[in-house]
């Protein structure tokens, strides 16, 4: 199994230092903690490894130490289409609510990782955001992730919608004045997701400027766009399952299934092609991304440990030993 390496659209490190620059944060400095080379932004649709955006919002967050960051960040005024393609799918749809859906549709455009989830049931209409389990180390991109889907139903309906409720799976914290201001919506702490509620009859306003045969040309663009990204193997997809749910756990054979939407026994049975078993292959996956996310010096070895879904920091030193004769530490520093 190759390891599995997601990446973002470079749109997103870019709108990132330009807000960080209206707080007063050098450009450069950020570029340099996060190893962005100036070529590696040249083109705002092509891909930069998420592990260099985290490690951008690393270097952010120890610059602007503000308990509001996150949303200051993503509650801006920017209209969607500074997403690209995807923004524009958002915009010329017909409701915010079909917005939302082509959001969820083509979300891995914009992060590979990013998984986004609408349903609408009883009047309400839930929006649950998972991540990369890396950032969910970090608070305020989730908060950013959060105030961007608020504030594009904003823009788009051209209402000051409110949610009906805030799910953000962290501790309260000390001050949530600007949190309460943003959302205009209870806020429920420590949630295990990222989620936002909606009237359902918020969402089915218009678009003004819906356009349904410029949508439908852009909705082939986007599915075009995903089959370039690749991740169509079995053995991409089973990478891009397990790093979603690794950090909660060691993943059940029929979880992993279900993402991959299929039954446990022809999972089982496409993995007997490739001469393994589950377990094989999700130790292997853990054994490649363990050197990646160790050569990510910003992530202490507790953090990488938690992002393989070890229990405790000892069973993946033990692991990592079996697999690479050396410790975590040992690798680190030679590295």
């Not at 659209?9 to 709108?15: D, G, K, Q, Y």
């Not at 705002?44 to 967050?61: C, N």
């Not at 049975?269 to 393994?276: D, S």
Request: with cysteine; glycine share 6%.
């Amino acid at each position: 199994m190759s390891t599995f390496r997601p990446t973002v659209l470079t749109r997103v490190p870019l709108l990132l230092l330009e807000r960080a620059r209206g707080l007063g944060v050098d450009r450069r400095t950020l570029m340099a903690a996060a190893r962005l080379s100036p070529g590696e932004l040249k083109d705002p649709d092509g891909r930069v490894p998420s592990s260099k955006v985290w490690s951008l919002w690393q270097a952010l967050i120890q610059e602007v130490p503000d308990v509001a960051l996150g949303l200051k960040i993503g509650s801006s005024h920017d209209s969607p289409i500074r997403y690209g393609l995807v923004g524009y799918t958002l915009a010329y749809s017909r409701t915010v609510l079909q917005a939302l859906h082509r959001l969820s549709r083509y979300s891995r455009i914009i992060a590979e990782t990013i998984h986004i989830q609408v349903d609408s049931k009883g009047g309400r209409c839930r929006i649950l955001l998972e991540s990369d389990p890396q950032f969910e180390l970090l608070r305020h991109p989730i908060d950013t992730r959060l105030a961007n889907i608020l504030s594009a139903v904003r823009m788009l309906s051209e209402k000051p919608v409110a949610p009906l409720e805030v799910e953000v799976p962290y501790r309260k914290l000390a001050d949530t004045s600007f949190h309460r201001h943003f959302f205009s919506a209870p806020i429920r702490f420590n949630s295990p997701k990222a989620v936002l509620w909606f009237r359902t009859a918020d969402l089915e306003l218009p678009i003004q400027h819906a356009d349904d045969t410029l949508v439908g040309y852009l909705d082939r663009l986007a599915k075009q766009k995903l089959k370039e990204l690749g991740g169509t193997s079995l053995t991409e997809r089973l990478g891009r399952a397990l790093w979603s749910e690794l950090s909660g756990g060691l993943p059940p054979l029929r979880r992993i299934a279900e993402l991959l939407g299929m039954s446990q026994r022809t999972l089982q049975r496409h993995l007997r092609e490739e001469g393994k078993s589950y377990r094989m292959a999700l130790e292997e996956f853990r054994r490649e991304m363990s050197t990646h996310l160790l050569d990510q010096r910003k992530l202490a070895v507790y953090e990488v440990a938690f992002l393989l879904g070890y229990a405790d920091p000892s069973s993946f030193h033990r692991a990592f030993r079996r697999w690479h004769r050396k410790s975590p530490r040992t690798y680190r520093r030679a590295s």
